[in-house]
């Protein structure tokens, strides 16, 4: 299969679930507790005012109405409107880019976390320092994401000054000081998993036979670790990598929350003890997406680095 074939296959899944996504977005706010209506007029509204704004926003119709209603709102971009009346389009928008932001700084750490700590263990292993990883990865594993930041507040942020405790602060230097300890501790939590999935991948690869043909023929050096080790080592691992991202797409909430970043999983928090049913409902489709997102292009890049994952 080519890799036109791969990437069109891949699209036309992603589109079966995100579909599949909206709908269980959908019913999920259908059957949570509340009437929208009656959340945004307040416990003392008339009956009549309640009827009249469920009818302006279409909740009198049947559910397969409102949901052909509410998928047709979310392809042009209209999520809604929050209890405070604000466009949940635009709490999304002034959230998104924290929340992106301290993604990308957790994945970086993590990823560059794992491929030294798997590759120095893989390279000595069985020995003093394999066994030192292992230890500390097992223990890193059961350590919660609000404990290690918690811990990085007293023990690092407090003492010396150097990060903001909550917030993100004004300037680009002071979001980037600020989202430092929210990135470690995301990259300490996920970290762990990559570890010990790439340390095992590692070990295969360099005990296979093509390893041991390409130092025969002397290849060696940065040639041998990135055309036959690590080309090979990578496949498992970036599908673990995909659906970690999955995760860490909700896992952002506790990150936001221990350090009171601005961002979706914040306004997510704060929705949720409002009881602001168009804001759940739109946060949560935009982390779904991402979730679907991440395990697709995750898969694709593994068929593209190994044809063999893909049937004829």
Known sequence: MTATRILLARVFQLVLVLLSVTL??????????????????GPRASDEAVSELRHQLGLDRSLPQQYLDYLNRVLHGDFGTSIDGRSVGEIIGQGIGNTVWLLLGTLVLAVSAA??????????????????????????LFLPAFWVGFLLIRLIAIPTGWFP??????????????????????????????????RSSLIDVLDSEYVAVARSLGVGGSALIVRHVLRNALGPVLTLLALNIGYLFFGVVILEATFDIPGLGSALVEASAKRDVYVVQGITLVFATGVVVANVIGETVVSLLDPRTVSA
Do not use: C, N
């Not at 491929?115 to 890193?140: C, E, K, N, S």
């Open 165 to 198: 405790v909550s917030g993100l602060g004004s300037g680009p230097t002071e979001m980037f000081r600020s989202l430092i300890l929210p990135s470690v501790t995301g990259a300490i939590v996920l970290a762990p998993v990559l570890v010990r999935s790439l």
């Open 24 to 41: 269980v977005v959908f019913v999920l706010t259908q059957i949570a507790p509340g009437d929208a209506a009656r959340l945004r007029l």
């Open 115 to 140: 491929l030294v700590l798997a590759w120095t263990a893989a390279w000595f292993r069985d020995r003093f320092i394999d066994h030192a990883i292992r230890l500390g990865i097992l223990l890193a």
